[in-house]
């Protein structure tokens, strides 16, 4: 367990940017009593409502653990422990229990934003050749 607690809504924001939504349109996917306003406020909450958190964890398509979970400083001492060591001790060191692989995620993140990204080339050109 870390000795500092997760901040929900600075993660929120991370796989809302790592995603490339804008808080607009978040906002749009949570409902009309949504604006980018109260988004922004909510990306500064330490502690978000489990409901609230669940609602924008299927917005961004997203398990709500990541939101949970996320902790950028353990991320990167696990990466550079990855990626520096010459042998395992070190990893075997850190004792992490997530329900889900980080590693897995975030590649998953990054191919749905590479999908989403094709996806609005497509429609780009679909527009400019209708003109």
């Known amino acids: 367990m870390p000795n500092h607690k997760v901040h929900e809504g600075r993660n929120?924001?991370?796989?809302?940017?790592?995603?490339?939504?804008?808080?607009?349109?978040?906002?749009?996917?949570?409902?009309?009593?949504?604006?980018?306003?109260?988004?922004?406020?909510?990306?500064?909450?330490?502690?978000?409502?489990?409901?609230?958190?669940?609602?924008?964890?299927?917005?961004?398509?997203?398990?709500?653990?990541?939101?949970?979970?996320?902790?950028e400083e353990q991320a990167v001492n696990i990466i550079s422990n990855t990626f520096t060591s010459q042998d395992t001790s070190t990893m075997n060191a850190i004792n992490i229990q997530p329900s889900f692989n980080p590693i897995d995620k975030m590649v998953e993140l990054y191919e749905r934003m590479l999908q989403q990204q094709k996806e609005m080339i497509e429609k780009l050109e679909r527009l400019i050749e209708k003109r």
Request: hydrophobic residues 45%; without cysteine.
């Open 12 to 71: 929120v924001k991370r796989f809302r940017e790592m995603l490339g939504i804008k808080q607009d349109a978040l906002a749009a996917d949570l409902g009309d009593d949504w604006n980018q306003q109260k988004i922004s406020l909510l990306e500064q909450k330490e502690t978000i409502d489990p409901a609230i958190l669940n609602d924008v964890a299927n917005a961004l398509k997203i398990p709500v653990e990541a939101i949970q979970n996320f902790d």
